[in-house]
């Protein structure tokens, strides 16, 4: 297995000294050893792999030096247009390094929306003309290898990628690992809310560990999957899908369970909310101020006023809950008041190591919705 360290220093004695893009569980190692070693001006966590291939490209533009974008390969669809509208060669030629990585590869065990997605990568690379190098646990040839993609993407002025397989990195733990005091966990939170809701509301769930803990919930309580929609891929869209089916039920209650990356990822869309919803529409999000089920690397969760942002957006009305009571408390507004709704509600980092994952496949999960929603 490969040493982030060992990485990290190769990139930089090949002059790659600026870092972006969105963390991915695979690449959680190399990610966490960024964060802690390249120093905030050199490292920007961005919300959506298209924007940091737009940053990577200023940051060329003011330096004349590739920087790095790392992603998961789900990640790679956001970053295509800015990659083959901007960066390619036959557009503004902008050198550098995309690091990807590579879910769901052929012959090894993923989850439904990480296969598809891992087969056809390869393929989407090739026509996108784009030149790759794979990284896996047993290269041992990683400076020379860096050197070359190096050298290939700044003699074609064009982005370069270089894939990483499963285990290629070595364990590195986060040491700036910036942890908050506040009481309720995203699990308990999502227990609270199902819990004190009426019962017969519509929930769309964000990707990620919160649907996994959905769904486990209602495996605890002896639950139908029915009312949930769980939004394994797809990271940052699941407002939309709710706002798709809100406007068709206007008899029932959606609610958007979504965290703070995946609002961030396409923030665009709290505008259609906010000005477009009907009533019966209520956005949740839940803050930890990371990424906490790829790795809990930073995102700007806690930085930005998400209330001012709602109200802004149009929303009806924005609150915000820390507490088990404040949450209580606005589960009764959120209940009686007119939508669109935006709930805040600010939780601490923790998650369970032993956390399961969906047993019924995306297909029956939209089968049994899609009944219960026609019903
Ligand atoms: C387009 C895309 N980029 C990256 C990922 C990898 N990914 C899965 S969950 C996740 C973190 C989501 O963060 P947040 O919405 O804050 O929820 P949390 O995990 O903190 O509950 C990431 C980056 C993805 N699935 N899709």
Redesign the pocket.
Known sequence: MIEPKEVYDSFIQNGIKFFTG????LLKDFCSYISDNAGNENHVIST??GSAIALAAGYYLATSQPALVY??N??L??SVNPILSLADSEVYGIPMILMIGWRGEPGKKDEP?HVKQGRVMLGILDAMELPYFILDKDSDNINELIQNAVRLSCEKNSPVALIVREGAFKKYDLKNNDTNNYTLS?EETIGLLIENLDGDEIIIS?????SRELYEYRERKNQSHEKDFLTV????HSSQIALGIAFQKKNKKVYVI??????L?HLGAAAVCGTAAPDNFRHIL???G?????GGQQ?A?FKVNFLEMAKACGYKSSSSAETRDDVLKEIGKLKSEKGPLFLEIKVN?NSRSDLGRPTASPCQNKEIFMKYLSD
């Open positions: 969105v963390p991915d569980s959506n792999e992603m998961q789900s990640g669809g956001n929306q995203r964000t990707t990620g560990k919160a891929g797809s990271m940052g979504d965290g703070d990356g995946a609002l990822m839940i803050n930890n990371s990424h906490e089920s790829v995102t969760g980092k």
